[in-house]
């Protein structure tokens, strides 16, 4: 099974401050990576995803993410943080010619400070 | 949004009771996924399935069992409830392999007393 880690289980930052949510993933191929944003006792919304073309994915609200082969990451990233990006972040991967499986970090809970 | 609909939303069962929860999709995509969502675990996929009858299993399948007799449904059934199974339930859909990403549901939230 792939396997997908995310550093910091909570994450603080000031209005207005850098974004950051760290991704790694183990993967003996280069995988489809995901990141989803999940407001409280909501479903997953998908912010971002990487499928082998270029490396910088701008997503929606102003996030965007890089990846980066030869560290294993996919670390997710805004320039200004708003009160409304409050919320819980997963980063996920799907492994080409695997059945189409979806795995999951086990996010990070991001807390804006005004 | 993706026309995903679980139902139900909330329930409350004892313990060594069965319970199905129905997702229903209106987007005709070919995959259908069960997660659970714990605290400190994310999402951990529980079974799957990539067409009509055509099932798999995830990581943390003991317990549960599923059906796929319609494109559209996909129900999963807890066969004898325990408490450990109280979580929060999420189905999601994705069209078709190469990269395209899943649709989740909103969500059922079920406690085993």
């Known amino acids: 099974a792939q396997s997908v880690t995310q550093l910091g289980s909570h994450v603080s930052v000031s209005e207005g401050a850098l974004v950051l949510l760290r991704c790694n993933y183990s993967?003996?191929?280069?995988?489809?990576l995901f990141w989803y944003v999940q407001y409280p006792n909501q479903g997953l919304q998908l912010l971002l995803k990487?499928?082998?073309?270029?490396?910088l994915v701008k997503g929606i609200n102003g996030f965007e993410a890089e990846f980066k082969k030869s560290e294993t990451s996919f670390h997710l990233t805004k320039p200004s943080a708003h009160m409304s990006d409050a919320a819980e972040y997963f980063c996920?991967?799907?492994?080409?010619?695997?059945?189409?499986?979806?795995?999951f970090g086990t996010g990070t809970s991001l807390t804006v400070i005004p | 949004d993706a026309g995903i609909t679980q139902s139900p939303r909330h329930k409350v069962t004892e313990t060594g009771t069965p319970v199905t929860l129905r997702c229903h999709q209106t987007?005709?995509?070919?995959?259908m996924y069960w997660y659970r969502q714990d605290p400190g675990h994310g999402l951990r996929l529980i079974h799957y399935?990539?067409?009509?009858?055509?099932?798999d299993k995830g990581e943390v399948s003991d317990g549960y069992s599923v059906s796929r007799s319609k494109t559209e449904d996909f129900l999963l059934t807890l066969e004898s409830a325990t408490s450990s199974q109280t979580s929060v339930y999420f189905c999601?859909?994705?069209?078709?392999?190469?990269?395209?990403?899943?649709?989740f549901g909103q969500g059922t939230r079920l406690t085993v007393v």
């Open positions: 999601a859909i994705s069209e078709r392999t190469g990269g395209t990403e899943a649709f």
């Open positions: 993967s003996s191929v280069p995988p489809y």
């Open positions: 990487y499928t082998s073309a270029a490396t």
């Open positions: 996920a991967v799907s492994v080409p010619n695997t059945g189409n499986q979806f795995y």
């Open positions: 987007e005709n995509h070919r995959y």
């Open positions: 399935s990539y067409g009509v009858k055509d099932t």
